[in-house]
């Protein structure tokens, strides 16, 4: 029977006794979600969780049932799915049970269209086809999960989602799962899962945690009362039942509904009389619907019956005729007389209306029971048999690895191959836990010699993100195996790196490289490995000879002659390491334009991210975070059109959000960090990106003026107690010496930030716009010893001058400014100003007008100051930095002056003005030229180009470029006149 929605309507109504609270709360959630309750109506319609647990055959399948059916009488869109005791290894079994229905219905374009730019990355996961490609991470496919049915909910609402013996789901869908119910409330979509709490497998924490926690109703069902089964044998035997053989019934049952009916049904068949005379009789039927009196009722009905429950026990959940009677070695008479006595007996399952054929069990405990008495060897040989039967029925080696993983290792390379493809598939689903099984058993067969040097790189591969360490041992091993090709050899070096960096032992993966360069015979091979030594030492804190390798790296860039990945590579880490130890801007710039090129991709597997990320941030560390900006959305964009929404997008969107705060975008940046953090969260604890992201953070919180939130941000990280063994920009211990700057701690910032000068200047890392550690130990300075306060910032300034950006100068100027009094401090300032505005540093630019008008004032210049304050005011407000707003008008409204109305500053879009002024500058007009065409100003000039420089995020050196870049056209043009 179905309904208009082509939906299958469950059956009639089933009694169930003792359970009439928990039918009117399923009544009443499914109101709330119909928009049927009192007041009807439509955009009311309230989504929500419930969870049911309770011990095996209390009757949770018989709620759901009801549900179901309850459900389909309103015409909510169903979406069903069970656990099952066998299917628990693979991956996606549940999701997939859940939204194949629904894709059924229809092609390949409209699957596209409802799954957009998800489809390549969710796919394989639903069980659809999709492109070969590389493997999206386990983030990306939850999240294009969420995607596909927060679609269903608002394409056809109400939704009914529904997981049945979810304590047997798979770990891949449970995990989803728990965190997409999170979001029930917001969508019209009513989640219930049902699970024995007591069964629940050690690593659904997070799903234990939702069940008992989050859900907005748990119920956890009891066992009958003593009345309950009364009313129950009254029901089913309609024949006067006396109250003490009601009683010796729920004595015998525990009050159990499972088993409780099952023995009304054995009673039934033996015609025995519902009186205490008989109870007797009962024991031997009570035993009988479970453990060994199951089995021993089983075993009457012949040994085809026993086969065949066997192969539907191997075999798993919804298992087809055809496939039972193969693996249990039956003819098709033979089976499909096995099949009726063992429906007859109430170990299989009735038939049902929708799929008449299926067979599956009376009641999961009935299966476990039959799958536990399956003797050993026969179990092994059952499941053989079943691997070989569903590859011929071509279903796939995911299907036969959960066969082959319960068989005994036998020296069968048909099995290798399998296992090998299987944990492919299960890789491109983003199942990379499943694949790790495969891949171990496959190990364990074993594979051919030639063979297994690639088994071991794979298993690594398989976990290099959930278990660095147990990933090294296996690409170490793969490294000593015997005859391994070159190009093989060369890839698990590679990741054996990787796996070392990520198991925070950077100092070995530079020696891992460093060996292969040292002993490769190939030189692509060598140049390759070259170019990762230098990348995994740039990245220790414990380098003990930073300048030694900055040498070699100069050499080696300045000879090489080509400009393949390696070369590039090794340019792109060249424009690096001049930034960070202070080389002329310009000479790092021209670097990152070489290694750059036409494009670094982020996500290409045989080379990995890095290194497009410091080019990335050397442009924006070099006064053009415009350009910074364009490659991290790129960059992004990429990642999340692969799956890659784990750690990559952490970094992606932490180091976006720090460009922004270069920028002077705080706001942006803030939501920016905030996300990266969330991911950094739930990828792990104590890893890089979660550094990055709280460092940066801190960073932005204090120049919006919010000193406790940043503490309270430190303390609950531990940040500024745990120093990091990699490199990481901001410097943590920077940063965190702020924080104390920012609550008056000035001995304990001196202390660590003088650390912090010993560490970085023996590395050569030199650059004060990289890390600001000399500003900040010149104001922890300033009260107690003013005259080296002084010579500090002034060191600050050389190095600045020396490195060449506008805005490096100026903020060390502005540093210098603040540690020195009088009229030298006032020229400091203005020329911090002066500085500012031509780089695109809008918040320090703030800052800097904000003490500059504030020193005029005090120095008894009012009137000049009201200008500098106005603009810093009016740059505050824009960049976010609520604070030093407040600041600036405090100061005016001290000085007597009243603040002006705000002009409307909060757009990134040029005037038409600016648009002239940036033309002419891109193609090398001074200021004085420009001012005379236009008939302005020079000034003016000056101020209009300031602001250029702040909206499209570069300085004058990087403005043709940008400029190109944002307008799509060659440049530069033909001179105008």
Same mark, same amino acid.
């Given at each position: 029977m179905a309904d208009t929605k082509g939906r299958r309507i469950i059956g009639p109504h089933r009694r169930l006794f003792e359970r009439e609270?928990?039918?009117?709360?399923?009544?009443?959630?499914?109101?709330?979600?119909?928009?049927?309750?009192?007041?009807?109506?439509?955009?009311?319609?309230?989504g929500g969780l419930l969870a049911i647990s309770g011990a095996a055959g209390l009757g949770k399948t018989s709620l759901i049932a009801e549900l179901r059916r309850m459900?389909?009488?309103?015409?909510? *869109?169903?979406?069903?799915?069970?656990?099952?005791?066998q299917e628990?290894?693979?991956?996606?079994?549940?999701?997939?049970?859940?939204?194949?229905?629904?894709?059924?219905?229809?092609?390949?374009?409209?699957?596209?269209?409802?799954?957009?730019?998800?489809?390549?990355?969710?796919?394989?996961?639903?069980?659809l086809v999709a492109e070969p490609g590389a493997s999206p991470d386990p983030q990306g496919v939850r999240d294009g999960l969420d995607w596909l049915v927060t679609r269903v909910a608002v394409e056809h609402p109400p939704v009914v989602l529904i997981v049945d013996d979810a304590h047997w789901a798979d770990d891949e869908s449970l995990t989803w799962l728990s965190s997409f119910a999170l979001r029930s409330g917001e969508l019209p979509i009513l989640i219930v899962v049902a699970y024995r709490p007591e069964e629940l497998p050690v690593q659904a924490t997070e799903f234990r945690r939702l069940a008992e926690r989050h859900g907005s109703r748990p119920l956890s069902l009891t066992p009958l009362s003593p009345h309950g089964v009364g009313k129950l044998v009254h029901h089913v035997l309609q024949s006067g039942a006396d109250d003490m053989f009601s009683r010796e019934c729920w004595a015998l049952t525990g009050g159990n509904p499972f088993e409780a009916v099952e023995l009304m049904a054995k009673i039934r068949e033996r015609n025995i009389k519902p009186h205490y005379a008989n109870a007797g009789e009962l024991r031997e039927l009570a035993s009988s619907a479970r453990g060994s009196g199951l089995i021993e009722r089983m075993e009457r009905l012949g040994p085809s019956a026993v086969r065949l429950a066997w192969a539907v026990a191997v075999l798993g959940t919804a298992v087809e005729p055809h496939m039972a009677s193969s693996v249990a070695g039956l003819g098709v008479e033979e089976a499909v007389d096995a099949v009726q006595k063992l429906r007859d007996a109430r170990i299989l399952a009735a038939r049902s209306d929708d799929d008449p054929d299926r067979l599956d069990f009376f009641h999961p405990l009935v299966g476990t029971s039959v799958y536990r008495a399956i003797p050993p060897a026969m179990r092994v040989a059952m499941h053989g048999q079943a691997a070989v039967s569903v590859t011929e029925a071509g279903l796939g080696p995911t299907v036969a690895a959960r066969h082959l993983l319960e068989m005994h290792p036998d020296n069968d390379r048909w099995a290798v191959r399998q296992l090998r493809a299987a944990a492919r598939e299960c890789m491109r689903a983003g199942a990379p836990e499943a694949a790790r099984r495969c891949l171990a058993r496959a190990l364990r067969e074993p594979p051919a010699?030639?063979?297994?040097?690639?088994?071991?790189?794979e298993l690594g591969c398989s976990a290099l993100l959930s278990e660095p360490a147990t990933t090294v041992n296996h690409l170490q091993a793969a490294l000593e195996e015997p005859e391994l090709a070159p190009a093989l050899r060369e890839s698990i070096t590679y990741r054996l790196a990787q796996a070392l960096a990520h198991a925070d032992r950077m100092k070995d993966a530079a020696d891992?490289?460093?060996?292969?360069?040292?002993?490769?015979?190939?030189?692509?091979?060598?140049?390759?490995?070259?170019?990762?030594?230098?990348?995994?030492?740039?990245?220790?804190?414990?380098?003990?000879d930073s300048a030694a390798r900055s040498r070699r790296l100069a050499r080696l860039a300045d000879h090489l002659t080509t400009r393949g990945m390696a070369e590039r590579y090794i340019l792109g880490l060249r424009?690096?390491?001049?930034?960070?130890?202070?080389?002329?801007?310009?000479?790092?710039?021209?670097?990152?334009?070489?290694?750059?090129?036409?494009?670094?991709?982020?996500?290409?597997?045989?080379?990995?991210?890095?290194?497009?990320?410091?080019?990335?941030? *050397?442009?924006?560390y070099c006064d053009q975070p415009g350009r910074a900006d364009e490659l991290f959305s790129k960059g992004i964009a990429e990642c999340e059109s692969r799956g890659w929404r784990g750690a990559h997008l952490s970094f992606g969107l932490t180091l976006l959000g720090y460009i922004r705060f270069r920028r002077g975008r705080l706001a942006e940046a803030e939501d920016l960090v905030h996300g990266g953090l969330r991911i950094a969260d739930r990828v792990g604890q104590r890893i890089p990106a979660q550094w990055f992201a709280l460092g940066i953070l801190i960073e932005i919180l204090l120049a919006r003026g919010r000193v406790d939130e940043a503490q309270d941000l430190s303390d609950r990280y531990n940040y500024g107690q745990v120093v990091p063994n990699a490199v990481v920009y901001p410097?943590?211990?920077?940063?965190?010496?702020?924080?104390?700057?920012?609550?008056?701690?000035r001995g304990d910032a001196e202390a660590r930030l003088r650390a912090v000068g010993r560490r970085l200047d023996r590395r050569g890392m030199r650059n004060p716009a990289w890390c600001p550690w000399r500003p900040l130990l010149a104001e922890a300075l300033a009260q107690s010893d003013p005259a080296e306060a002084v010579k500090v910032a002034d060191e600050g300034v050389e190095l600045a001058r020396r490195f060449g950006t506008a805005g490096a100068i100026g903020r060390a100027l502005h540093a210098a400014a603040r540690v020195t009094t009088g009229a030298h401090s006032l020229k400091l300032l203005a020329e911090a100003v002066q500085y500012l505005e031509r780089s695109p540093s809008a918040y320090e630019l703030a800052c800097a007008l904000v003490d500059h008008g504030t020193a005029l004032s005090r120095a008894g210049l009012p009137q000049d100051a009201c200008e500098l304050l106005v603009r810093g005011m009016e740059s505050a407000v824009v960049c976010g930095a609520d604070a030093l707003a407040a600041r600036a008008r405090d100061e005016l409204a001290a000085s007597g002056l009243r603040p002006l109305r705000l002009r409307a500053v909060g757009t990134d879009s040029l005037t038409a003005q600016e648009k002239t002024v940036a033309d002419r500058a891109a193609r090398g007009w001074d200021n004085a030229r420009i001012a005379e065409e236009l008939g302005v100003r020079e000034r003016n000039v000056e101020l209009l180009l300031s602001g250029v420089f702040r909206k499209i995020g570069t300085d004058l050196a990087g403005l043709p470029e940008l400029l190109r870049h944002a307008e799509n056209r060659p440049f530069p043009g033909p001179t105008p006149r």
């Amino acid at each position: 029977m179905a309904d208009t929605k082509g939906r299958r309507i469950i059956g009639p109504h089933r009694r169930l006794f003792e359970r009439e609270s928990e039918l009117s709360l399923l009544e009443g959630m499914l109101d709330e979600l119909c928009g049927t309750g009192p007041d009807p109506d439509s955009a009311s319609r309230i989504g929500g969780l419930l969870a049911i647990s309770g011990a095996a055959g209390l009757g949770k399948t018989s709620l759901i049932a009801e549900l179901r059916r309850m459900a389909a009488g309103r015409e909510c *869109t169903m979406l069903y799915a069970r656990g099952g005791e066998q299917e628990q290894g693979v991956a996606f079994h549940v999701v997939r049970q859940l939204v194949q229905p629904v894709l059924a219905a229809a092609g390949e374009p409209e699957h596209r269209r409802i799954l957009g730019s998800w489809y390549d990355i969710v796919a394989p996961a639903v069980g659809l086809v999709a492109e070969p490609g590389a493997s999206p991470d386990p983030q990306g496919v939850r999240d294009g999960l969420d995607w596909l049915v927060t679609r269903v909910a608002v394409e056809h609402p109400p939704v009914v989602l529904i997981v049945d013996d979810a304590h047997w789901a798979d770990d891949e869908s449970l995990t989803w799962l728990s965190s997409f119910a999170l979001r029930s409330g917001e969508l019209p979509i009513l989640i219930v899962v049902a699970y024995r709490p007591e069964e629940l497998p050690v690593q659904a924490t997070e799903f234990r945690r939702l069940a008992e926690r989050h859900g907005s109703r748990p119920l956890s069902l009891t066992p009958l009362s003593p009345h309950g089964v009364g009313k129950l044998v009254h029901h089913v035997l309609q024949s006067g039942a006396d109250d003490m053989f009601s009683r010796e019934c729920w004595a015998l049952t525990g009050g159990n509904p499972f088993e409780a009916v099952e023995l009304m049904a054995k009673i039934r068949e033996r015609n025995i009389k519902p009186h205490y005379a008989n109870a007797g009789e009962l024991r031997e039927l009570a035993s009988s619907a479970r453990g060994s009196g199951l089995i021993e009722r089983m075993e009457r009905l012949g040994p085809s019956a026993v086969r065949l429950a066997w192969a539907v026990a191997v075999l798993g959940t919804a298992v087809e005729p055809h496939m039972a009677s193969s693996v249990a070695g039956l003819g098709v008479e033979e089976a499909v007389d096995a099949v009726q006595k063992l429906r007859d007996a109430r170990i299989l399952a009735a038939r049902s209306d929708d799929d008449p054929d299926r067979l599956d069990f009376f009641h999961p405990l009935v299966g476990t029971s039959v799958y536990r008495a399956i003797p050993p060897a026969m179990r092994v040989a059952m499941h053989g048999q079943a691997a070989v039967s569903v590859t011929e029925a071509g279903l796939g080696p995911t299907v036969a690895a959960r066969h082959l993983l319960e068989m005994h290792p036998d020296n069968d390379r048909w099995a290798v191959r399998q296992l090998r493809a299987a944990a492919r598939e299960c890789m491109r689903a983003g199942a990379p836990e499943a694949a790790r099984r495969c891949l171990a058993r496959a190990l364990r067969e074993p594979p051919a010699l030639e063979d297994r040097a690639e088994v071991l790189f794979e298993l690594g591969c398989s976990a290099l993100l959930s278990e660095p360490a147990t990933t090294v041992n296996h690409l170490q091993a793969a490294l000593e195996e015997p005859e391994l090709a070159p190009a093989l050899r060369e890839s698990i070096t590679y990741r054996l790196a990787q796996a070392l960096a990520h198991a925070d032992r950077m100092k070995d993966a530079a020696d891992t490289v460093a060996a292969e360069a040292r002993n490769s015979s190939n030189p692509r091979t060598r140049l390759r490995m070259q170019a990762e030594t230098f990348m995994w030492n740039a990245f220790r804190a414990d380098e003990e000879d930073s300048a030694a390798r900055s040498r070699r790296l100069a050499r080696l860039a300045d000879h090489l002659t080509t400009r393949g990945m390696a070369e590039r590579y090794i340019l792109g880490l060249r424009a690096w390491d001049a930034m960070v130890r202070g080389e002329p801007a310009a000479t790092a710039v021209s670097y990152a334009e070489e290694a750059l090129g036409e494009g670094l991709s982020w996500t290409d597997d045989d080379w990995g991210f890095e290194v497009p990320v410091l080019v990335a941030l *050397t442009f924006m560390y070099c006064d053009q975070p415009g350009r910074a900006d364009e490659l991290f959305s790129k960059g992004i964009a990429e990642c999340e059109s692969r799956g890659w929404r784990g750690a990559h997008l952490s970094f992606g969107l932490t180091l976006l959000g720090y460009i922004r705060f270069r920028r002077g975008r705080l706001a942006e940046a803030e939501d920016l960090v905030h996300g990266g953090l969330r991911i950094a969260d739930r990828v792990g604890q104590r890893i890089p990106a979660q550094w990055f992201a709280l460092g940066i953070l801190i960073e932005i919180l204090l120049a919006r003026g919010r000193v406790d939130e940043a503490q309270d941000l430190s303390d609950r990280y531990n940040y500024g107690q745990v120093v990091p063994n990699a490199v990481v920009y901001p410097d943590s211990e920077t940063v965190y010496s702020g924080l104390l700057l920012a609550r008056g701690l000035r001995g304990d910032a001196e202390a660590r930030l003088r650390a912090v000068g010993r560490r970085l200047d023996r590395r050569g890392m030199r650059n004060p716009a990289w890390c600001p550690w000399r500003p900040l130990l010149a104001e922890a300075l300033a009260q107690s010893d003013p005259a080296e306060a002084v010579k500090v910032a002034d060191e600050g300034v050389e190095l600045a001058r020396r490195f060449g950006t506008a805005g490096a100068i100026g903020r060390a100027l502005h540093a210098a400014a603040r540690v020195t009094t009088g009229a030298h401090s006032l020229k400091l300032l203005a020329e911090a100003v002066q500085y500012l505005e031509r780089s695109p540093s809008a918040y320090e630019l703030a800052c800097a007008l904000v003490d500059h008008g504030t020193a005029l004032s005090r120095a008894g210049l009012p009137q000049d100051a009201c200008e500098l304050l106005v603009r810093g005011m009016e740059s505050a407000v824009v960049c976010g930095a609520d604070a030093l707003a407040a600041r600036a008008r405090d100061e005016l409204a001290a000085s007597g002056l009243r603040p002006l109305r705000l002009r409307a500053v909060g757009t990134d879009s040029l005037t038409a003005q600016e648009k002239t002024v940036a033309d002419r500058a891109a193609r090398g007009w001074d200021n004085a030229r420009i001012a005379e065409e236009l008939g302005v100003r020079e000034r003016n000039v000056e101020l209009l180009l300031s602001g250029v420089f702040r909206k499209i995020g570069t300085d004058l050196a990087g403005l043709p470029e940008l400029l190109r870049h944002a307008e799509n056209r060659p440049f530069p043009g033909p001179t105008p006149r």
